[in-house]
Every structure is written in C-alpha cells, then in structure tokens.
C-alpha cells in the first residue's frame, strides 16, 4: 500500500511540475487577455465579396433559431402538469397543516415527510429542466447579439461602398430578421424565467411544510422517554379522544394504483433506458459466468468458492437482483407503494442467494423477516386509531420473542454452534433483540409510545436491511471476484498468489464499504442521520484563518477524497489494461494501443484531479503565474533530463518500438521490458537483475528489438571438416539434422552453406530459426547432433594444426644430447 501512495505520490509531483506552468498561463490568458474588453471578439463587416454566401448561411441559422424556440416536450409537459399539481400541493399543504394538529406517531410523521419529499423532489427536477432551456436561450442571445451587430456593421459599410440595391436590401432584411428573433428569444427566456420563479415558489412552500414536520417529530412530544398515551389498561378503545382524524394521511392502494400506472406511462422514456441496464446486467453476468466455466477456479478459501457457485448456480437470480437494486435506484420520485413492492421482491430474490450459505436451523429466518415488512409495510395503507395501533405494535413485539426463542432455544447450545462468523455475530446479537422487544413491550403498555416506535424498528427493520446488504454482498463478492479470475486467467502466464491476494483484498474492501453503507441506513432507520449530517456539515464547513489564508475542515477532506478516487480510478484503469490481453481480444485493437490508450487516460484523470483538488481548497491558479515563469526556467536548465524523459517516454507509448514483455538490446544491456513509464523503463536481464533505463536512452541509443514483430530468432552454427570429407553429403548432412531437431522451425527451412577453404578444414554455415526463447537450448541441441552424426559416420572435425620447418640450428644446440637424470626422455640442451 505505501508503494501504491509512493506512486501517486510521484505522479503528482510530476504533473504539477508540467500542469502549474500551462494551467497559470492559461489563466493569465483567461484573466489578462480575454477578460480585456479591448480583447474580446469585435464584431466586423462582412467583406462585400461574401455578403450573398453569409446571406443564405444566416437566413438558415435563423430557422434552426426559430425551431429551437419552440417549446421542448419537456418543457411542455411541465407546463401540463403544473396548474393540477398546484392545487395538489395546495390541498396537502391543509391536509399536512391539519395532521400536525393531531398527536400522529413517529411513524406517520416519517412517512409524510418522504412523501413531501417526493413532492420537493419532482418539483427541482422541473426547475432544473426549466433552467436549461433558459441557459441554452441566454447563449442564443449571446450569438445573434453578436450577429445582429455584426450584421448592422455590414449594412453601413455596403451602403457607402454602393452596392446594388438588391444586396443592400437583403442584407437590411437579414438585419431586421436577426432583431425580431432576438427579440422572441428574449421574450421566451423571459417565460421561462417567469415560470422557473412559479416553480421556486411551490419549493418554497414544500420546504416549510417539510421544516414544519421535522420540526414536530424534534419536538418535546416525540423525545424517547416522553408519556404520550396514558397506559393501556386506561385507554378507552371506543372513544375517538385520544386519537382524532388521521385518515387523511393513510396512503390508499387504490390511489397509488393509479399513480403508478400515471408513473409508467409519463416516464415511458425511463422504463426503456432501464431495459437497457438490465441488458447490461445480463451480459456481465453472462461473461463472468463463461470465465468461470472456460477458465479452472482453484481458490480453497470459501468465500471465494461462494462468489464462484452464486455466479454459476444463480446466474438468474443474481440478473434479477441486481436489476431490482438498479429499478430502486433509478427510479426516482415513485408512489409509495411502487418502491414497497420493489423492497418485497428484493427481500424474496433474496431469499436463494444467502439460504443455501445458511445454517439449516436457521434457513426459515429469512422468510419471517419478509413477513415482519410485509407487517410493518401494512401500517402505511391501514388506519388504525392509536389504541388499535398500540395492539398492533405489541402483537409485532411478541411475534419477535417467539420467533427468537424458536430459533436460538436454547441459547448457549446456539452460542456454541460451528456456524461461521457472520452466523455467530448475528447468534451473540440475539440478547439485544430480546431486550427491545421487551422493552418495546413494557414502554407500550405503560404509554411511552415514542419508545415503542423506535425499539421495535430496530429490531425489524435491522433484519430486513441486513439481508437485502447481504444479498448486495454475495452479488457484488461474486462479480468482483469473477472479473479478476477472468482478468488473470485468460492471461498466458500469471501470478497465482498475487491473484489470490487481490481477490481476498477486494471482498475485504467491499464488505467495509457495505458496513459503511448499512450503518447509515441504520442511522437514517432510527432518524440520527439527519441530525449527524447537519453537525458534520456544521465542522466541515467552519472557516478558519492562518494569517491570509483561509480554508474549512471540509475543504481539505475534499481534496484528499479527489486525490484519492482519481488515484484509484487509474489504479482501476492500469489493472484493466493491464497485459492488455482482455482489452486485445475484446476490442481487436493492437498491441500495445490498449497501454497507450490506458496511459493517457490515467494521466488525463490524474492531471484533472489535481486541478479540481486544488480548486476545492479555493486556491486560485492565476497566483501562480510568477510560479509558472520561475518553473519555465528550471524546466529550461535543471530539468531537461526530466523532460527529455517524459517526452521519450511519450514517444515509447505511442509510437511503440518497445511493447511490454519483448526482448531488448541496449548499450550491451539484453533483457525483458517489463514496464514502460514516463520516465523510466525497467528492463529484467536475464541474470535476473531489474535495471531502470531513463527513457531518452531508448530513443536516442540504437535499440535492438528482438520481439517487436514476432519472435522467431535466427541461429548460426559454425562447422569444419577436414579436406578429405565430401562437401555435397557435409551439406546435406546439417540439413536433415536441423529438419530433426522439433525446435527448429520448418519455414524458414533450414539451410546449409559451404563457407571457405579455410587453413586446416573446410568450413560450413548452417542456419535456421527458432523462438527466441529457446535459441540457445536450439543452438545446443543441434549442434550435439551435428557432432553426434558425424561420428556415426567417421566425419572428422580438425582441430587446427600447424608444421614448423627450421631451416639452421644454432651452434649450441647442435652438442650431443645429454640424458636427462631420472627421466627416460632425452632433453636438447
């Protein structure tokens, strides 16, 4: 991990030497130039030579003008739609108002305020589309503005240059044209801004009704240990006293009935874009299920062997799943009984997925937790007085106890059970549930109703979160570990440890990841999210001051956060393009390119996050302009290695001479690329050493390539015979041992050449080609079977000889040869 932070750490640092210089340029550009009235684009006649060309070119600009001012579907829909759902905003800002008179729930108060929500929700929507148009018409005016001027000047300058009267009048006619159509964008943008204000001001009134309810449910009445009913003994079940009129805000099934059917049809659009999500899901699912049938899956460890047997026992499942998670989060501003019915399909596709991971005691758990929201659900379309409801609450209550006791009794045997870890956690969880049920119990017989509320929500809808986050978990466990098994197996050759390990990392990624998510629905379940989110905003957001600077907390968690996702965005796209094989295979691109393309991605992401890092501090880059001049300098002198570097390294990527994996010669350096960067290269000798190469020496040395296009290697062997051998059957003797040897490729054939009459033999060449890989064991191999051959067949290989003739003998020498003591031999003295 410190080498991962390293890494970008080093790219930072790198592209803010190279990105400050042209971004504070651009700025100075930006601030110093383009602001400057002096320099902004002046309108000039048009040069009478193609006032008739512009003419035509203009009359059509202001027709595609003019079918732009006509109102977009949108736009008129909205337009349909807003009169009725004024008066319906009227009619529940009363219905609201005279709820908060009454002593509702918790539960009501929470299920009004998601449907204002709503309501708050469908209403931005409209104004963000109103809001567009006005912009698209705003830059309208800019253009014809600028042409109506350009325009005028081009009328004034034909008219003292005379031109025919024909020209000049189309030309005031062009003039004229572009002020009328200015004038109706205008006037548009004006309705539209009208109607955009018309928008805001029912926002306004939803937001107080949405204020005015949160403020009830934060009000003394609804505090935890507030008395809001008297006893249960005391409470008169036929008196309407206690409890008023609520049936106003009971959500009715007819009605949402007919509002779903009112969704589907105005968000006819959506459903189809969501068709095409679910085609998606289906061929990622579909792929990875073909990666773990083509390619063998290995891995001991059981949750991975679970991510494998979901994806392939439960590939429609896992489809259906997943694209009901997507409908959830797709759609938005859905009736309420829509979304409910989302969750309960959910929670039963849910139901194979993590049944056959369960222990056999405790498989039939899941299907009381669906009953429990299908209860709990009930509460939103039933009116219940609050005594009938106070029953409802405790006959809830007790359903869990029993259904405790029926699965954990008895309780210590249970603790005891094998049953894996997440199984046991939720075993010891047990003793809390049983004390919010009977204190949800006890609170609800003595009034404490608030209580009751909330104790009871944890216990049922703790569960119902926990199996639709479970079901996300095996899903996204088994999607994540089946693109990597794919990523690494279709590889040729792949690190099997490092495969593992990546796999086990991301599970453990995720589930923290899913934790995270879980707690703060918890948190939102028993409505603290809310308020943690206002104290954080709160400490995010504090300015404070270090002389003239000043920044907030948030500010700088921000810029760490965009540091850390562009990191991990290129982390993602390296491990993508990684060998290239998958992207090879699926895009058909070269070799090479998908590195290339994965390069100037990353770097683009890179160099943006940096920008928009430093730009979420507030630090203004036009600052750096005298910065900018100062690096140029150093670029110019101290830096020109790094740049020749990083431009070598540039021209490596793209023109690709060199491609990872090939073997290289350089500067009597032979080895393997292993990775081609920016700045340096590292190429793996075959003695094992890793050595780093700055790139310039690759572009500017000769660099010999021995795999770039292929890698077949000729070898040579050099081969003497003596004098009395015949050359013809030497010749076809290389031949046929090369053509014997497996390793030698058949085209090109193997050849054999007579050389030279050399001093002492007659000398020959043979030649053939051979995968690099496996040159040299080539070269050995035939070159045994060379000699072998010439042995069986009395072939002699010379060694070199040489016959010395001396002419005289000096007088020394020629005495008697004495015999040399203890030797047999005779000595010349």
Same mark, same amino acid.
């Given at each position: ?271 189809? @874009? #969501?068709?095409? &999500?679910?085609? *998606?899901? !289906? /061929?990622? +699912?579909? %792929? ?6 083509? =390619? ?40 309420? @009984? #829509?979304?409910? &019915?989302?969750? *309960?399909? !959910? /929670?039963? +596709?849910? %139901? ?6 369960? =222990? ?44 405790? &006791? ?424």
């Amino acid at each position: 991990m410190l080498a991962h932070f390293i890494l970008l750490y080093r790219k930072i640092v790198l592209f803010t030497i190279f990105l400050i210089p042209i971004f504070s340029f651009s700025q100075l550009n930006q601030e110093g130039i383009v602001i400057d009235s002096s320099m902004v684009a002046k309108p000039t006649a048009i040069p009478i030579i193609n006032i008739v060309r512009k003419i035509e070119e203009t009359n059509e600009e202001i027709k595609s003008v003019s079918k732009k001012l006509q109102r977009g579907t949108s736009v008129i829909k909205i337009d349909s739609l807003y009169h009725n759902y004024v008066l319906f905003i009227k009619k529940q800002e009363k219905n609201a108002q005279k709820f908060i008179k009454y002593n509702p729930n918790r539960q009501k108060v929470d299920n009004l305020i998601k449907k204002w929500d709503t309501y708050h929700d469908q209403l931005k929507d409209w104004e963000s589309t109103i809001n567009k148009h006005v912009e698209k018409n705003i830059e309208l005016i800019d253009e014809i503005s600028l042409d109506e001027q350009t325009w005028e000047l081009t009328y004034l300058n034909a008219s003292e240059e005379k031109v025919p009267y024909e020209v000049l009048g189309r030309t005031k006619s062009v003039w004229n044209d572009l002020k009328k159509i200015k004038r109706s964008v205008e006037h548009k943008n004006n309705d539209l801004l009208e109607f955009e204000s018309k928008i805001s001001k029912q926002k306004i009134i939803v937001n107080k009704v949405i204020e005015d309810l949160i403020a009830l449910k934060n009000s003394e009445v609804y505090e935890l240990f507030y008395l809001r009913h008297p006893p249960l003994w005391k409470t008169p079940f036929r008196s309407s006293e206690y409890y008023g009129d609520e049936r106003d805000e009971t959500e009715s099934i007819s009605s949402n009935i007919s509002a779903i059917i009112k969704f589907i049809k105005t968000n006819e659009i959506s459903f189809y @874009l #969501f068709l095409v &999500i679910v085609v *998606l899901i !289906i /061929l990622l +699912i579909n %792929v990875i299920k073909k990666g773990f049938e083509k =390619y063998e899956f290995n891995e001991q460890d059981g949750d991975l062997q679970k991510a494998k047997y979901l994806i392939l026992d439960h590939s429609l499942i896992s489809i259906i799943f997943l694209s009901l998670m997507a409908a959830k989060l797709f759609f938005t501003n859905t009736p309420t @009984l #829509f979304t409910d &019915i989302l969750i *309960l399909l !959910i /929670l039963i +596709i849910s %139901v194979p997925l993590i049944q056959r991971y369960m =222990y056999k005691r405790f498989k039939g758990v899941v299907y009381f937790i669906i009953l429990f929201y299908i209860l709990d659900t009930a509460k939103t379309y039933i009116w219940f007085t609050n005594p009938q409801y106070r029953i409802y609450l405790l006959i809830e209550a007790i359903m869990v106890i029993a259904i405790l &006791i029926l699965f954990t009794h008895p309780y210590l045997e249970t603790r005891r059970m094998k049953i894996g870890k997440f199984g046991l956690l939720l075993v010891k969880m047990t003793p809390v549930i049983y004390i919010l049920s009977i204190v949800s119990i006890v609170s609800n017989i003595l009034g404490y109703t608030n209580l009751t509320d909330i104790t009871l929500k944890i216990c049922i809808q703790s569960g119902i979160i926990t199996i639709i986050f479970y079901g996300i978990l095996m899903i996204v466990g088994g999607i994540s570990t089946g693109l990597i098994h794919r990523h690494y197996s279709s590889k040729v050759s792949f690190d099997k440890v490092k495969k593992f390990t990546v796999e086990k990392k991301l599970l453990q990624i995720i589930r923290v990841f899913l934790f995270i998510l879980w707690f703060l629905f918890f948190l939102r379940m028993i409505d603290l999210l809310r308020p943690l989110t206002e104290v954080i905003t709160n400490i995010l957001t504090e300015p404070y001051k270090m002389g003239s600077i000043s920044f907030t907390i948030g500010s700088i968690v921000t810029f760490i956060l965009i540091l850390t996702f562009s990191f991990l965005i290129t982390s993602f796209i390296s491990f993508l393009f990684d060998g290239a094989t998958g992207s090879n295979r699926f895009f058909k691109l070269p070799e090479g390119i998908p590195a290339a393309i994965s390069l100037v991605i990353r770097y683009f992401i890179i160099a943006f996050g940096i920008i928009l890092a430093l730009s979420s501090l507030g630090v203004d880059l036009s600052k750096f302009n005298l910065m900018a001049g100062a690096l140029g300098l150093g670029i110019g002198f101290g830096l020109q290695t790094v740049v020749s570097n990083f431009i070598s390294g540039l021209i490596l990527v793209f023109e690709r001479p060199i491609l990872p994996g090939d073997t290289v010669e350089v500067n009597n350096l032979l080895g393997t690329v292993n990775r081609i960067g920016v700045r340096s290269s590292n190429i793996r000798t075959f003695d094992g050493a890793e050595v780093v190469v700055p790139n310039n020496n690759l572009i500017a040395n000769d660099l010999i390539n021995w795999t770039l296009s292929d890698n077949v290697k000729r070898v040579e062997i050099l081969i003497g015979t003596t004098y009395g051998s015949d050359p013809n059957e030497i010749l076809k003797i290389l031949v046929e041992v090369a053509k014997e040897n497996k390793e030698c490729l058949k085209n090109p054939p193997p050849i054999a050449l007579f050389d030279e009459f050399g001093a002492s033999s007659l000398n020959f060449k043979l030649r053939f080609w051979v995968h690099y890989e496996i040159g040299l064991q080539a070269k050995s191999d035939v070159s045994i079977g060379v000699y072998n051959r010439f042995k069986e067949l009395g072939i002699e290989i010379p060694f070199p000889q040489q016959d010395i003739y001396i002419k005289d003998m000096p007088k020394q020498i020629k005495e008697p040869i004495k015999k040399d003591p203890g030797t047999n031999e005779n000595t010349q003295q």
